[in-house]
């Protein structure tokens, strides 16, 4: 049975707001997002003009009131305080490039992450080139030179605004719309003693389900060790779906002065006046619509990360005109059939690992389900972890959470269950099927199966993919079938 197409589902209209006092605001920096509205006259007084440098104006393109908008947002470290000496010695360079795109005729708001090892031609002032990685555009020439790179590298796209926002701009409006709930995939941790090996932000974040606000947040979307670069971007998208799935206009409204206030030193735009209102309609159109993570198709090497003018062509694509309504077919996999399953590359799960699994269910106030089937590729023990989980109300429940290797370079996929039955990841489900009695719910990114849920009287469960949703659809739903409870 295939998963049913997208149905296009009613966005908020003009008659839920008042209209000319909001506005919308894009913020970003390391790698999250917040789709933010605000009150007119608070924008107008916190960013009465723009505010980016007239080199870096010149690159936009003045979009047309109600027609698809292209925002180029940039998170730069120009005013990191840190402690890692690479960060110190090294001059300000734009951490990350996302292009972020609203169209009215589209399902989705599009985001894609440049690469940061990029292979470009910078032009200097002085019309010099050389060959750099991307984000040295920044430390070149700012903005500007940002989004000329862009522009030279991908020329079916154009800019329309351009955001730059740093570190300090992002924790403040991380903290300002409340946190962000977020499953984290692996255990993320570095202990800076000033050693070569472990130069990097130091940072302790267990995996599973959880609330990351501030510092830590950012500690989060900015590693950038033990994994590709592929993967950071994968990280930061799935940080940003999370985070826009979360943002209530409420405690936007209730906070907006602590944002902008937050904001209004940390951020460079042209966006202001008329701009904002001309924003609006796209924001309403967004507000209701999923976060569509666009893949930069590019090859790895050892220094810098390439693409070819076919590769560019068909990355401008998938962002300017890939529309979610398409079929993705999904098949019932019979867990019990050895040859079905071997040939989806699952294999059974280790019995060293399922002692883990009961070591884990020690204590819980629900069963643990583990999937008895696991791919083929992954690789060393998995991580069972069992941990308190607080809502939004700061009620405590539990949770526990097992990650699994993938056998990819920092790419791990894992299962969480918890009796706290509403968390916001779950919160709308694409589809609904059941299958051997079970009901199950699926969250789809593009064409790829994202989550698959289910719930008991006791408790929820779901399973998670890679961050670069490796696991095909017919591996997520065949894991989620094989989860039973330990005994």
């Known amino acids: ?39 007119v006259h608070h924008i107008n007084k916190f960013f009465p003009k723009s505010t980016l440098p007239q080199a870096a ?14 925002i180029l947002v940039i998170g730069s470290d120009k005013r990191a305080l840190s402690s890692v000496t690479a960060d110190r010695l090294s001059p300000p360079r734009s951490d990350t490039l996302m292009l972020i795109r609203m169209d009215p005729d589209q399902h989705q708001t599009s985001v894609l992450s440049i690469p940061r090892d990029l292979k470009v031609m910078l032009t200097s002032a002085t019309g010099a080139t050389t060959t750099a990685k991307i984000n040295a555009a920044y430390a070149l020439g700012g903005s500007a030179l940002t989004a000329e790179t862009i522009k030279a590298t991908m020329p079916g796209i154009l800019i329309n605004h351009i955001i730059d926002i740093d570190y300090a701009g992002f924790r403040k409006v991380i903290d300002a719309i409340g946190c962000v709930y977020v499953y984290v995939d692996r255990h993320y941790f570095n202990q800076n003693t000033g050693t070569v090996a472990d130069d990097y932000a130091s940072i302790n974040i267990q995996a599973g389900y959880q609330k990351l606000c501030g510092q ?29 799935q979360q943002v209530g206009v409420k405690n936007l409204f209730d906070n ?50 390439t693409a070819t003018p076919e590769q560019i062509s ?60 696991r791919v083929a590729t992954a690789t060393s023990a998995d991580l069972v972890r069992a941990y308190t989980l607080p809502d939004e109300h700061n009620t405590a429940h539990q949770a526990y959470v097992i990650s699994i290797a993938r ?9 969480e269950g ?5 968390p916001p990841i779950l919160a709308g489900a694409h589809q609904t099927r059941t299958i051997a009695g079970r009901s199950y719910s699926l969250y789809v990114d593009g064409s790829h199966l994202r989550v698959v849920s289910w719930r008991t009287s006791q408790a929820v469960y779901w399973v998670n993919n890679t961050l670069l949703d490796s696991l095909t659809n017919q591996q997520m739903l065949a894991i989620a079938e094989s989860a039973k409870a330990i005994a």
């Not at 149905?7 to 390391?30: D, M, N």
């Not at 068909?314 to 890939?322: P, Q, V």
């Not at 056998?407 to 299962?415: A, D, R, S």
């Open 314 to 373: 068909t990355t401008e694509n998938d962002f300017l005109y890939n529309n979610p309504l398409t079929t993705v077919k999904l098949h019932s996999v019979h867990t019990q059939n050895a040859t079905s399953v071997g040939t989806l590359g699952l294999v059974a799960t280790p019995q060293t690992d399922v002692g883990l699994e009961t070591q884990g269910s020690v204590g819980l106030p629900f069963p643990l389900d583990a999937p008895r089937l």
């Open 418 to 422: 918890t009796n706290w039955m509403t």
């Open 216 to 244: 830590t947040a950012l500690d989060y979307v900015r590693y950038r060790h033990t994994d590709t670069d592929v993967v950071r971007v994968a990280r930061q998208q799935d940080f940003i779906r999370q985070a826009k």
């Open 407 to 415: 056998g990819l370079l920092g790419q791990y996929y894992g299962i």
């Open 1 to 39: 049975m295939p998963l049913e197409p997208f149905q296009k589902k009613a966005g908020p209209t003009r008659r839920h707001y008042v209209i000319g006092a909001l506005a919308i605001v894009l913020v970003i920096a390391g790698g999250a997002v917040a789709i933010v509205l605000l009150e």
């Open 256 to 305: 907006q002065d602590e944002l902008l206030g937050g904001l209004r030193d940390a951020v460079e735009t042209d966006i202001h006046g008329s701009d904002v209102l001309h924003l609006i309609d796209l924001a309403l159109f967004s507000l209701g619509r999923p976060v569509r993570q666009v893949t930069f198709q590019q090859t790895l090497g050892p220094s810098y990360v």
């Open 57 to 70: 104006v010149k690159q936009i393109t003045p979009p047309q009131p109600g027609a698809p908008e292209t």
